[in-house]
């Protein structure tokens, strides 16, 4: 089980992107983090440029949250490495 906000990883931003041929090459950057809410199944803006600031402000939600101490369950694809 884990709190109700989480840390993901931000969607990256696309840079430049050319095509050679059939096929189409994009550079991309890290778009930072978003903080995901399990319980509205949403994420939340802004996006944060370090982890640590994502944490921060991870860390602030959940304490000011209504039930700081609920838990929900593991997303379906985060599951698959922890079963045995």
Known sequence: ??????????VPI???SFQSG???YSATVSGGFD??????KLRLKP??????LA????????SEC????????FLRVECTGTET
């Open 1 to 10: 089980m884990q709190s109700r906000f989480v840390i993901v990883p931000a």
């Open 14 to 16: 696309e840079k430049e």
């Open 22 to 24: 059939s096929r189409f």
């Open 35 to 40: 903080i995901y809410d399990n319980q509205e």
């Open 47 to 52: 996006s944060y440029p370090t982890k640590s």
């Open 55 to 62: 944490e921060a402000a991870r860390l602030k939600l959940n």
């Open 66 to 73: 209504r039930n700081p101490d609920e838990r929900f369950p």
